[in-house]
């Protein structure tokens, strides 16, 4: 997805219900990715819609890529390639059940 087309689905009635974690790319067309965090932090602030968790994404390790997610307010931030059992321990020390979390 685009970040715009990301806004786009979080405004989709009933989706701000049922979106528990949204992965993040930081470079993606259009709107990039702290500024789509940015945006969506926003949406879910009003106050009777639930905050997500936010992972973002980068192959920027060494670079400015995980501060520019973070600062944007990503709860954390993963180095590509982002394998299934780092993303898993990453849910889990955040608090969430990532068998819940990656269902649908």
Known sequence: LSGERALQVVACRGASDRIRV???????????????VRRLREFFSQPSIKQPIVL???GEV???????????????????????EALRAELQKLGVNSDDALDD
């Open 22 to 36: 949204v992965l993040m790319d930081k470079d993606m067309p259009g709107i990039d990715g702290p500024e789509t």
């Open 56 to 58: 973002g994404i980068t």
């Open 62 to 84: 060494a670079g400015t890529g995980m501060a520019a997610l973070k600062e944007a307010g990503a709860d954390a931030v993963l180095p590509k390639p982002c394998r299934p």
